[in-house]
């Protein structure tokens, strides 16, 4: 049985290829979980149509994330926060307050998933934070944690 795959499948092929495999294999396995369909002359065409659209997506998506990476590199964000005596903060700045500050100077959403922080600042001072944006592009920001006025 020919059939197209969808999805790359271990030790089969990649998606969009077109292989032979046992009869009971693709109509037992592959084809109920949508991982592959019958091959056919006109199925061919439009998984290649298919295929080209999301390599155009693609490589947008990779140079609005390069573009993006470029503004945010180098930039420095000032967050202010409560400090005790010794300097250190009560509570803690986290990658999710990184995150609402990168908005609200920016208006860029990122999300704090993708903010890589060993841990959380707990201290005033300036900090080094990296933001991977994809697997090639992790711009760094410098975060700088300065006392709030008191009220």
């Not at 369909?37 to 298919?50: C, F, M, S, T």
């Amino acid at each position: 049985m020919r059939v197209i795959l969808l999805e790359d499948v271990p030790n089969v092929a990649k998606a969009g290829e077109i292989k032979e495999v046992a009869d009971g294999y693709g109509r037992n396995f592959l084809i109920p979980r949508k991982l592959a369909l019958l091959a056919k002359p006109g199925i061919a065409n439009e998984i290649e149509v298919q295929r080209q659209i999301q390599a155009r997506q693609q490589e947008k998506m990779e140079t609005d994330l390069q573009k993006l990476a470029s503004d945010l590199e180098g930039k420095e964000f000032t967050l202010k926060a409560k400090v005790g005596a010794t300097e250190k903060l009560y509570g803690s700045i986290t990658t999710a307050d990184i995150a609402a500050e990168l908005e609200n100077a920016t208006g860029m959403v990122i999300d704090k998933k993708k903010i890589e922080l060993d841990e959380p600042i707990r201290q005033l001072g300036s900090y080094e934070v990296v933001i991977k944006l994809a697997r090639d592009i992790a711009p760094t920001i410098k975060v700088t944690v300065t006392e709030r006025e008191p009220e």
